[in-house]
């Protein structure tokens, strides 16, 4: 450790990011730049996508494909053993894993039909659901930020008064 960060304690604090929004928004709240950030968030997105049905040989090749992309494949055991043919397989990875794996599949004709569609079908689904309303020239966007909270105060003392509502 160099002389000038002999005393430094840094604070630490684990983000939980369950969505790109999320993880974009603490980027933006740090200060970093924009372009930056258009780069990072898709590493910073885990995803996880359920094949069901896959020849094993195939289900072998997308972990193969995926482990080297620094992604995995979940199998169950009988993917190894003599007798089985078809396999479910649980792809997971970053956006950007999942976008060379595809680059990949699509390098491949015939391959399998649909599969690098089922794939991509999937990481759709997946991505920012946007709703706006507009109504009385005014727009109400959900699927960015917070947009209603409250407290729910359930304790016996928080209804009325003279007990009416004790048991609720």
């Known amino acids: 450790m160099s002389a000038g960060m002999a005393g430094l304690k840094p604070g630490f604090c684990v983000i939980d990011v369950t969505s790109r929004g999320a993880l974009i928004r603490e980027m933006a709240r740090m200060g970093v730049d924009p372009r930056g950030i258009e780069i990072m968030a898709p590493k910073g997105e885990a995803l996880a996508v359920r094949l069901e049905g896959l020849p094993k040989e195939v289900a072998l090749l997308l972990k193969q494909e995926m482990l ?36 990949k599949l699509r390098s491949q004709p015939g391959l399998l039909p649909g599969l690098v569609e089922a794939i991509e079908g999937a990481l759709r ?44």
């Open 125 to 168: 689904s997946a991505g920012p659901r946007r709703l706006v309303i507009e109504a009385n020239g005014r727009r109400l966007v959900f699927g960015e930020r917070t947009l209603v909270m409250g407290i729910i105060n359930a304790t016996p003392d928080s209804f009325s008064g003279d007990g009416v509502y004790k048991n609720v």
């Open 68 to 103: 080297s992309k620094g992604g995995d494949v979940a199998l169950p055991k009988e993917a190894v053993r003599p007798g089985h043919r078809e396999v479910d397989a649980l792809l997971i990875g970053t956006r950007k894993q999942f976008e060379a794996l595809l680059s």
